[in-house]
């Protein structure tokens, strides 16, 4: 797909119906081949439909361009942990746990049996046969990882830091930071809660759940690409195919044991919804530079056209604070700060005064935090859309290098 292919859902019945084992799956573009037809079949027979299920074991890991923000699986859970391994050993011994339950759980299958004396092995919430159900697991690690605990200093990943304050933010501490994350993502969301209660209970006295957050993605309403909480389409402009991999995957200057890793960050930002709702749509757009209903740019009629900021020096149909041509002004000096968002919609309840807690999981990967991310984000400080959103949780990551194979574990090359 290129950048400006509209999203085609089709692509997900492509991926449904590979046959789930971890090791051994053809794979071409990072895409499992199987069965297209399995869900037609399955329908036909009266059986239920076959699962779906992106590779384990590679050079990345799956979450991040597997599948890539376009057609990610439909919801997703964040969340942080404080380590509370005593020793650089107890830590290793924590990254081989969690690599072999997320091994198991985003293959499926059936869960050890340990007799009628123990408790059992499997919360069962999925039933006796567990589903692979397009499970995703991404692990990274935060810049405490590294400080003097477990003797990695020197092994930090170059860019990797604490998540800056920017000046609109509202931080709080209890929804900030992390010695890790994981993101999860699948087709349902019984089954993230049964992979994250199966990694808490395995993984218990290692580390300790600091926060989490569990969050949707839209469908595409009418077609193209899924709407935010504001109503606007959201990653229309993601670059995709290679661009995207040569904008993600670490790049020089990073520690041998990061390559095929990638800088995450993870923003909760919440909408201010019902202040939004009274905005007039003229103000709206400009806003974002984009049309409300079919996600057009300012200056064009279609979802996909390219703005063509060059026509329009002083800003006059594309306002010059307008979300997208800050974040991406489309010069050549600028080509080098794009990045992968593939972010997902909260809904927390009502804040104490009643009003609707809700927002996005702003996720992006990228492979330089300072060149991409805060590049754009600096340059996003003064838009307007600031009065209507309010970012206050989340952290940077290093989403680590994926597990090669049967004998690999998550950071062996940091941690052997
Ligand atoms: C609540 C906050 C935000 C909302 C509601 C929002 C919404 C949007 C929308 C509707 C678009 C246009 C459609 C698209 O191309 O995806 C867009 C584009 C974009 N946004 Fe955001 N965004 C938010 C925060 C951010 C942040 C924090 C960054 C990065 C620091 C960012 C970076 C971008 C980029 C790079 C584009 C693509 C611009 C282009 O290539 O034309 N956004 N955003």
């Not at 650089?88 to 869960?111: D, N, Q, V």
Request: hydrophobic share 35%.
């Amino acid at each position: 797909m290129t950048e400006h292919e509209p999203f085609n859902a089709s692509r997900r019945n492509f991926l449904r119906g590979a046959a789930v084992g971890a090791v051994g799956t053809a794979v071409t573009g990072g895409v499992l081949i199987g069965g297209a037809h399995a869900d037609a079949d399955a329908a036909k027979s009266g059986q239920s439909t076959t699962v779906e299920s992106y590779p384990f074991h590679g050079a990345n890991q799956s979450g991040i361009l597997t599948p890539g923000p376009a057609d990610k699986q439909p919801f997703s859970c964040f969340v942080a942990f404080d380590s509370t391994a005593t020793s650089r050993a107890e830590l290793a011994e924590l990254m081989k746990t969690l690599t072999a339950r997320a091994r198991f759980l985003t293959s499926g299958g059936i869960p050890e049996n340990l007799g009628i004396s123990q408790p059992p092995s499997d919360s069962d919430v999925l039933g006796p046969d567990v589903p692979a159900d397009g499970l995703t697991i991404t692990v990274g690690v935060g810049a405490s990882l590294f400080d003097e605990r477990y003797g990695l200093t020197a092994l930090k990943p170059a860019k990797l830091k604490p998540m800056t304050i920017f000046p609109n933010d509202s931080p709080e501490a209890a929804w900030m930071h992390g010695d890790l994350s994981i993101q999860l993502c699948a087709n349902h969301p019984d089954t993230i809660h049964h992979a994250i209660r199966d990694i808490a209970k395995h993984t218990r006295g290692s580390m300790q759940l600091r926060w989490k957050i569990e969050a949707y993605g839209a469908p595409p309403r009418p077609s193209g690409t899924p709407r935010n909480l504001l109503g606007f389409k959201d990653g229309t402009a993601n670059p995709t195919g290679e661009l995207a991999s040569d904008l993600v995957w670490a790049g020089p200057g990073e520690p041998a044991w990061a390559k095929g890793g990638s800088y995450q960050v993870l923003r909760i930002i919440r909408m201010l919804v019902e202040f939004w709702d009274r905005v007039s749509i003229n103000e709206q757009e400009g806003m974002f530079g984009r049309r409300r209903d079919s996600g057009a740019p300012l200056d064009g009629n279609a979802e996909f056209d390219t703005p063509n900021y060059q026509a329009d020096p002083k800003g006059n149909v594309i306002p010059l604070d307008a979300h997208i041509r800050l974040a991406n002004p489309r010069t050549p000096q600028t080509a080098n700060q794009r990045l992968i968002r593939r972010s997902y919609d909260y809904d927390l309840g009502l804040d104490q005064n009643g009003d609707i807690q809700a927002g996005h999981v702003f996720v992006v990967y990228n492979q330089d935090l300072e060149r991409q991310f805060e590049t754009v984000q600096t340059r996003l400080i003064g838009e307007p859309l600031i009065d209507y959103v309010q970012p206050f949780g989340g952290g940077y990551f290093y989403a680590l290098p994926g597990v090669a194979d049967a004998n690999d574990w998550y950071a062996s090359g940091l941690l052997s």
